[in-house]
């Protein structure tokens, strides 16, 4: 999400990404804040790295791949959700092989 939110700023004039720039960090802080009053964080799984089976992460592309095969994160698709550090919802993620 933040490469598209840069991308569309880079597009428009330098007042109006101040404007929007703002509001954006206004609401990331509001979230932010929220999510931990409420024990609520995300795990940080990134593309790149090294892909493990025992991962809280569903690869929609797995069947693609051997047992074998070198596996990493290629992007992922949804986070995974944390409550108090247990897994409450698992990512999605599409694996590359290395």
Request: charged share 25%; net charge positive.
């Amino acid at each position: 999400m933040a490469k598209l939110t840069n991308k569309m700023l880079s597009k428009i004039d330098l007042d109006e990404q101040r404007k929007y720039v703002g509001q954006l960090d206004w609401f990331n802080k509001k979230a932010s804040d929220f999510f931990q009053r409420k024990g609520i964080s995300f795990a940080n799984f990134q593309a790149g790295m090294p892909f493990d089976a025992g991962m809280p992460l569903n690869p929609i592309n797995i069947s693609s791949f051997n047992a074998e095969d070198d596996l990493y994160i290629e992007q992922l698709l949804e986070p995974v959700i944390l409550c108090e550090g247990k897994v409450v919802r698992r990512g999605a993620a599409i694996l590359g092989k290395k």
